[in-house]
């Protein structure tokens, strides 16, 4: 496995964790980030979203689709942007940017690992 795909494949397990959490019990991850808890359906169609992304990231991993990769570095590095964004204009409290900061290291990870290949 190429280093761009073992990064691509480790962020697809952190979407599987992710999503699963999101999907099975969305409260206690809501809780340790001080987000109010829901009963609302909308987090587990995400959790179900994240993980169905999981498995995608880590099949093209598997296959080393290059292609995809180089994709998702600029998608991924946008993330932050876009939640800093919802927290800057009140929808969201400040622990939201940390999964940002997740995906920009993720995206910085594959892009640094793609150019040395």
Known sequence: MSKSARSIWFFGLYLLGLGSILLVTPNTLLGMFSLPPTTE???RVVGMLVLFLG???VQA?????TAFFHSTVYVRATVIVFFTAFVL????SP???????????GATW?????RSE
């Open 55 to 57: 498995v995608y990231y």
């Open 89 to 92: 204009l009140g929808f969201a």
């Open 95 to 105: 622990a939201l940017i940390l999964f940002g900061i997740v995906d920009f290291i």
């Open 41 to 43: 359906v909308w987090i």
């Open 61 to 65: 991993a598997r296959q080393e689709m």
């Open 110 to 114: 594959t892009g640094l690992a793609l």
